[in-house]
Nanobody, 118 residues
């Protein structure tokens, strides 16, 4: 069974940075496309960043372009989300997700809270 474990959330002031990590507890990590989603209170879950299996292709939500960077280390079965210039509106629970194809359902992590104070 695939499991995802996130870490790195916390409280930061506006303008600060955080790096989230997510480890996939299964070999063949490179078979999974990876993504980060977030969900703020009262809002729908949104995808903020996605990285292809090789790491060669990434895409971002408009709200985080130029501030967030997704990357992966296939040797460590880990995906990262570097978040810079954080804003209060970035406050949310951040979820790591994995899927083996565009037609598969996502496997989800448990989520990690990110709170940005003004």
């Amino acid at each position: 069974q695939v499991q995802l474990v996130e870490s790195g959330g916390g409280l930061v002031q506006a303008g600060g940075s955080l790096r989230l990590s997510c480890v996939l507890s299964r070999r063949a990590f490179s078979s999974y496309a990876m993504a980060w989603f977030r969900q703020a209170p009262g809002k729908e879950r949104e995808r903020v960043a996605h990285v292809s299996r090789s790491g060669g292709t990434t895409d971002y939500a408009d709200s985080v372009k130029g501030r967030f960077t997704i990357s992966r280390n296939n040797a460590k079965d880990t995906v990262y989300l570097q978040m810079n210039s954080l804003k209060p509106e970035d406050t949310a629970v951040y979820y790591c997700a994995a899927r083996v194809s565009d037609y598969a359902t996502y496997v989800w992590g448990q989520g990690t809270q990110v709170t940005v104070s003004s």
